[in-house]
Each structure stands twice: as structure tokens, then as C-alpha cells.
């Protein structure tokens, strides 16, 4: 393949995240409202210009109450920055289909060099002839190198959230026209 504009299909695609609570579980959640910009050979990301925006207002974690508290100043002031950002810098192929993809994630108005694993799942025709491709992306951030530094102390010991962040994307995108 050559290298061309690819859409997101959101439909298909997800942004999720899991966080340590109380030291004893995982909480999930998910942004619900995210866009790509996708210039790419899927068979070759090597060369491939990649940047990703999630609205963080549209958090959500089957909680509203904690929902509120996270797009509160305390977590990712909303009203001050409304998305976070990721822009491919620098990308290498670790095997077949696999790539570590860097680039530099702004949240909350700070910017950080991050590194995801990147696989290129596949690429085929949709029913109605559509040529689309999938990738998934795994990765972790310390949610206080960008100021996300509220908590609370446990009685038993240890804190009520936990800094490492675990992010999963799934991603299905359509060749542009």
C-alpha cells in the first residue's frame, strides 16, 4: 500500500483507561468523544503522521458523581483545557505489524514525550465496499507528571487513586476519498 488519509470510524473505535483504586481494584472508563487525524501506510507506519485528540469532558466511568470529579479542576479542568493531544514524533517497527509509536501528549496544558505499542490488526472491505484497516494501541502514563495530582490518603495505608494510568485504544479507520 501507499501512504494516504485514513478517517477514524468512531463507531468502531475506542479510548479506554483503567486506574488503581483503594489499592485493591481497577477502575475502567472511557472518552466518548475523540477525533484522528491518520496519514498512513497501514502496512508501514514508519512513515506515518499521526495525531489524536480526545474532548476530556466526555469521560465517562458508569459513574456521574466520579464522572463531575474528573472534569473538575481537581482532575482534568475541563474548563481550562478541554482536550488532550497526541502527536506522533518518532515511529519503529519492533516485528511484524508491530510498531512503538512516540510522540508528545499534552494534558492539562502540560506536554510529555510518551511511547505506545502500536499493532496493525488487519485491513479488508466493508459490505459496501469501503476499505478500512484496525490497529490497537496499549500504553501507561503517571497521571501526576501532568498535574492530575489529587488523592486522598487510606486509613489502611496507600492512597485512593493510583498514579499509573493504563491506556487501550482500538481503532478502525476508513481510506479517505
Given at each position: 500500500?501507499?501512504?494516504?488519509?485514513?478517517?477514524?470510524?468512531?463507531?468502531?473505535?475506542?479510548?479506554?483507561?483503567?486506574?488503581?483504586?483503594?489499592?485493591?481494584?481497577?477502575?475502567?472508563?472511557?472518552?466518548?468523544?475523540?477525533?484522528?487525524?491518520?496519514?498512513?501506510?497501514?502496512?508501514?507506519?514508519?512513515?506515518?503522521?499521526?495525531?489524536?485528540?480526545?474532548?476530556?469532558?466526555?469521560?465517562d466511568t458508569r459513574?456521574?458523581?466520579?464522572?463531575?470529579?474528573?472534569?473538575?479542576?481537581?482532575?482534568?479542568?475541563?474548563?481550562?483545557?478541554?482536550?488532550?493531544?497526541?502527536?506522533?514524533?518518532?515511529?519503529?517497527?519492533?516485528?511484524?505489524?508491530e510498531y512503538n509509536?512516540?510522540?508528545?501528549?499534552?494534558?492539562?496544558?502540560?506536554?510529555?514525550?510518551?511511547?505506545?505499542?502500536?499493532?496493525?490488526?488487519?485491513?479488508?472491505?466493508?459490505?459496501?465496499?469501503?476499505?478500512?484497516?484496525?490497529?490497537?494501541?496499549?500504553?501507561?502514563?503517571?497521571?501526576?507528571?501532568?498535574?492530575?495530582?489529587?488523592?486522598?490518603?487510606?486509613?489502611?495505608?496507600?492512597?485512593?487513586v493510583g498514579d499509573?494510568?493504563?491506556?487501550?485504544?482500538?481503532?478502525?479507520?476508513?481510506?479517505?476519498?
Amino acid at each position: 500500500m501507499t501512504k494516504q488519509k485514513w478517517t477514524l470510524d468512531s463507531a468502531h473505535s475506542s479510548v479506554d483507561f483503567s486506574v488503581r483504586h483503594m489499592m485493591i481494584a481497577n477502575v475502567k472508563g472511557t472518552f466518548q468523544n475523540f477525533s484522528a487525524e491518520i496519514v498512513a501506510d497501514p502496512t508501514d507506519l514508519t512513515t506515518a503522521e499521526i495525531e489524536f485528540t480526545v474532548e476530556t469532558a466526555s469521560v465517562d466511568t458508569r459513574n456521574k458523581e466520579r464522572d463531575a470529579h474528573l472534569v473538575s479542576a481537581d482532575f482534568f479542568d475541563v474548563e481550562n483545557h478541554p482536550t488532550m493531544t497526541f502527536k506522533a514524533t518518532n515511529i519503529v517497527k519492533t516485528d511484524e505489524g508491530e510498531y512503538n509509536v512516540t510522540g508528545d501528549l499534552t494534558l492539562r496544558g502540560v506536554t510529555k514525550q510518551e511511547t505506545f505499542t502500536v499493532t496493525f490488526e488487519g485491513s479488508g472491505k466493508d459490505p459496501w465496499g469501503n476499505e478500512k484497516v484496525g490497529f490497537s494501541a496499549e500504553g501507561s502514563i503517571n497521571r501526576s507528571d501532568y498535574g492530575l495530582v489529587w488523592n486522598a490518603a487510606l486509613e489502611t495505608g496507600g492512597v485512593l487513586v493510583g498514579d499509573k494510568v493504563k491506556i487501550n485504544l482500538q481503532i478502525q479507520a476508513a481510506k479517505a476519498e
